[in-house]
């Protein structure tokens, strides 16, 4: 069974504004659940938020901070020689 938070509790677990986390949902940047007049978010549906997209770091991050860009290579990067590394195990 899922564990449910309002908007409340999604927007203290992200850090984030409640106004923030409701203008999210009506983007649909996010998935809630609409129960009467409340909104319900699970964590998993909350931690998504998190979860970098695939492509140009560029792209991701946008142009504005060198340093980030540079850490989001890095990292995409590593998954591709872990995912590289594990193919390679596998066909062992």
Same mark, same amino acid.
């Given at each position: 069974?899922?564990?449910?938070?309002?908007?409340?509790?999604? $927007?203290?677990?992200?850090?984030?504004? *409640?106004?923030? +986390?409701?203008?999210?949902?009506?983007?649909?940047? +996010?998935?809630?659940?609409?129960?009467?007049?409340?909104?319900?978010?699970?964590?998993? %549906?909350?931690?998504? +938020?998190?979860?970098? *997209?695939?492509?140009? $770091?560029?792209?991701?991050?946008?142009?504005?901070?060198?340093?980030?860009?540079?850490?989001?290579?890095?990292?995409? $990067?590593? %998954?591709?020689?872990? $995912?590289?590394?594990?193919?390679?195990?596998?066909? +062992?």
């Amino acid at each position: 069974m899922k564990n449910f938070m309002t908007i409340g509790e999604g $927007a203290n677990f992200l850090r984030i504004h *409640p106004d923030t +986390l409701r203008r999210w949902t009506k983007e649909g940047r +996010l998935k809630g659940y609409k129960v009467g007049k409340r909104w319900l978010y699970t964590e998993e %549906d909350l931690s998504t +938020l998190f979860v970098l *997209p695939a492509g140009n $770091a560029r792209e991701v991050v946008g142009k504005g901070n060198q340093k980030i860009v540079e850490l989001v290579e890095k990292v995409q $990067a590593e %998954d591709a020689k872990s $995912a590289e590394e594990f193919a390679a195990r596998r066909s +062992l």
